[in-house]
């Protein structure tokens, strides 16, 4: 049967993985998204509910006596006595309980990403307890709430209770029907990777929709719409529309393209790349990877920038991208400085476009257009766009209003690189144009064979002595403040996880090479996706942006077909006595699981807004680094060939990490940005900007694969190594502690910070 549903979102993070579980059930289902507040009030929404065959509410923060600014129109909505079938989830459901008399209490004991038994109410009697038809007694499901519909009420005779779970708060209701309307809904969250059976609700909602239709008057399918009624199927697209998917560029027909490539054998040392660079005299890009392990750090890659790199650069406060020519000598810092700032002004070999984040994003996929190639290849990276995305190119993010400018994006088109294959021993040397430096490659081929000329690593894990380091830290008062604050929110439903982050500002008595500290960086901290940039983009200039990073955790990897993510999320300081064993029961405690899962979830969602085919690949595993172990998933998607959509889409609408905000992620990046991480950095000029940290850092080939990592257990600066940030934090929930937090804040810091320390 072909059914039209609607969709209402509350600005969820797991609102799509609900949309999937929908559309899954039958290839005929047409589902319709809007917000909660795409509408002014109930009224609007009203004449075009006969396009529709049943609504869906769905799950979302806030609390329903909140009104308008937490439920949108859900509650006039609900209030209409509407005769269509509705299922309400989570927020939906306490919305829908809450108009037929009950009331919405907060929880004793709040559940964030647990799992629980449910428990099924009596067989099917009359219109009784139809939407758990065909279900065993008992089953499990994950519960994301603070609060529920109070236990006093769901005695009332409009409430029929059709499921509960008992846990430390007593019985909670957990499904119901609203007495004599086809309304239905749940508390729990059916649509979780960790949740059964969600696949059987939604179908037996849907058959109740189909039974309701038939039975009823109502005929209003789009798919058995007659020719004339065009107006509701233009209408129906209209909304479809009300959530913007644009993509990034449009695809088209690809062609292959000549790339010169040269290889070499070589040794499988995981410092080979490094030793490498060190004996480049002109400017690179690393990406490598100082630890092995399966599926990361085969490779490492040396962009090598050149006089035809075209370099993007966004700042997200001043609305502006600018686009130049790598040291290109007719730029000068100066002409450079009053082109962003003063709009419209024309200087030569610089081009300043004002836009926004939305339309920086267009730019570089209009660019990136004419140099995609149809290409297949071993090697992850055959030349492209490189650098580093900032948190705030992310969404939900407001522009800040700080003092000192800075780039919030770097991006540079790389026509040569060296790729040191790590697995197989082998090193390539790639252009675009086969204009790659000839010396160079005679430097490599008799670095590759082990005579260097006095460049190898420093020996010792050491900065230079004598250089003396002042560290700013957050305070404890501070940081407590902000703990406490995101407390409160997780208490009163308005987030379920929040990823509370802090800053550290040191700065050194003597300036010393950020190549210099990034070498001593890796040998400290290795990890799989270490990175330097550092952007000496304007000719004979300072860089205005430099980034060290060890980070372990992998954002999104693309290709043509499939991408991957691997959020981390539940951390364990390695310490004299920690073991694998002792920190893999501690990260299966329902504390790391919840924050593990939560995460999973989000990222699930994120891709399932653009992917049909989203599977976990891998739930949970611990893995072992320099200084802590980790709980780690694997997502995949799938069948991106089969969409418009590249992985350049799925980046722009991930970002910022599931894994540094938190879910639901609007509301909890809005929370902790004007709220809770506010008042945290003032030792910072910028407060409230988060800047590289917690974005990604990473590469987009033109044969369109792509893979960056989050940016963490990092520096940056943007004043050219006078002084460097460090941002360091973990996830909220409501079972963290005080001290266990800012413990865990502390471990991850002191993986980069250490650095500066016992120099
Ligand atoms: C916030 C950081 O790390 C993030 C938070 C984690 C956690 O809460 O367990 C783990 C990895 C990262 O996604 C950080 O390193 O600063
Ligand atoms: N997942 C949800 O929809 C949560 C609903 C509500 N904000 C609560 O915390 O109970």
Excluded at 222 to 229: A, N, R, V
Excluded at 551 to 559: C, Y
Excluded at 625 to 648: C, D, F, M, P, W
Excluded at 715 to 721: G, I, T
Aim: with cysteine; aromatic share 10%; charged share 25%.
């Amino acid at each position: 049967m072909a059914v039209n549903v609607l969709f209402i979102d509350s600005y969820d993070s797991f609102t799509y993985n609900l949309v999937s579980l929908i559309r899954a059930q039958n290839d005929d289902t047409h589902v319709t998204i809007v917000h909660n507040d795409t509408f002014p009030s109930f009224n609007e929404l009203k004449p075009f509910l006969t396009c529709f065959d049943c609504i869906v509410v769905g799950p979302g923060p806030g609390n329903p006596d909140n009104g308008y600014r937490d439920v949108g129109f859900l509650n006039e909505m609900f209030e209409a006595q509407l005769e269509v079938p509705v299922l309400g989830i989570c927020l939906g459901f306490q919305v829908m309980c809450r108009a037929a008399g009950g009331s919405v209490k907060q929880l004793t004991e709040i559940k964030h990403g647990q799992v629980y038994e449910v428990e099924v109410c009596g067989a099917n009697e009359g219109t009784g307890n139809r939407l758990f038809a065909n279900y065993p007694p008992t089953f499990n499901s994950v519960r994301y709430h603070s609060l529920h519909v109070a236990e006093t009420d769901f005695h009332c005779e409009n409430i029929i209770p059709l499921c509960y779970t008992n846990d430390e708060n007593g019985q909670v209701l957990m499904g119901a029907q609203i007495a004599n309307t086809s309304w239905y809904g749940v508390q729990y969250h059916p649509e979780s990777c960790c949740s059964e059976l969600g696949d059987r609700l939604i179908s037996n909602f849907l058959e109740i929709t189909e039974e309701f239709n038939r039975g009823g008057t109502r005929h209003h399918s789009i798919y058995k719409l007659q020719d004339d009624d065009s107006e509701l199927r233009r209408t129906i697209g209209l909304l479809d529309k009300a959530i913007d998917k644009s993509s990034v560029y449009e695809k088209a027909v690809l062609k292959p393209k000549k790339i010169h490539i040269e290889e070499l054998p070589a040794a499988t040392d995981a410092k080979l790349s490094i030793r490498i660079c060190n004996a480049l005299s002109d400017p690179f890009f690393l990406m490598s990877s100082s630890t092995i392990q399966e599926n990361r750090g085969e490779f490492s890659i040396i962009a090598l920038p050149n006089e035809n790199s075209t370099v993007f650069t966004h700042y997200d406060q001043l609305h502006v991208t600018s686009i130049h020519r790598w040291r290109d000598p007719i730029v000068s810092r100066q002409a450079y400085t009053s082109a962003i700032s003063a709009n419209g002004k024309v200087y030569p070999g610089l081009k300043v476009i004002k836009e926004d984040k939305s339309e920086f994003w267009k730019s570089i996929g209009d660019f990136m257009k004419n140099h995609l190639t149809s290409n297949t290849s071993k090697l992850p990276f055959l030349g492209g766009l490189v650098g580093v995305l900032g948190y705030e190119m992310g969404q939900f993010t407001v522009n800040g209003n700080s003092r000192d400018i800075v780039p919030d994006a770097k991006l540079v088109f790389i026509e040569n690189c060296i790729i040191v294959d790590l697995r197989r021993g082998v090193v390539s040397f790639v252009s675009l144009n086969d204009n790659f430096p000839h010396h160079l490659k005679n430097l490599v081929k008799e670095i590759a064979r082990g005579n260097e000329h006095g460049t190898s690593m420093p020996s010792t894990e050491r900065l230079p002595p004598n250089i003396k380091f002042d560290i700013e830290l957050p305070t404890k008062e501070a940081y407590t403040r902000a703990y406490q604050k995101s407390q409160t929110y997780l208490r009163q439903g308005d987030s379920y996880e929040i990823c509370l982050t802090t800053q550290t500002k040191v700065t050194p008595s003597d300036r010393i090479e950020p190549w210099r500290v990034f070498q001593t960086l890796i040998q400290r901290n290795p990890a799989p996706f270490s990175s330097f940039f550092e952007f000496s983009d304007l000719h004979a200039e300072p860089a205005d942006l430099c980034l060290l990073s060890t980070s372990p955790e992998r954002f999104l990897k693309w290709d043509c077909d499939s991408c991957e993510l691997r959020p981390i999320k539940g951390t364990v300081r390695k310490d004299g006595s920690m073991t694998l064993e002792l920190a893999t029961k501690i990260l299966k405690t329902p504390k790391e699981f919840g924050e593990n899962l939560m995460i999973l979830d989000l990222i699930r969602n994120d891709l399932y807004e653009l992917l049909e085919k989203v599977t976990v690949d891998e739930l949970m595993s611990v893995e072992e680094y320099k200084t802590v172990y980790q709980l780690v998933s694997v997502v995949k998607g799938h069948e991106l060939n089969r969409t418009a959509y590249s992985g350049i889409d799925l980046l722009r609408h991930s970002l910022p990490p599931g894994s540094m905000t938190g879910a639901p992620k609007k509301n909890t990046v809005h929370l902790l940005q004007t709220e809770i991480e506010k008042d945290l950095n003032s030792h910072l000029s910028n407060q409230g900007i988060r800047g590289v940290y917690s974005g990604v850092t990473g590469y987009w080939s033109i044969h369109d694969h792509g893979d960056w990592s989050v940016n963490i257990r990092c520096m940056y600066s943007y004043d050219n190594a006078r002084s460097w940030r460090l941002g360091a934090g973990g996830a909220v929930t409501i079972l963290s502690t005080l001290e266990g937090e800012w413990e865990e804040m502390h471990t991850k810091l002191e993986s980069a910070l250490q650095v500066f320390r016992d120099v």
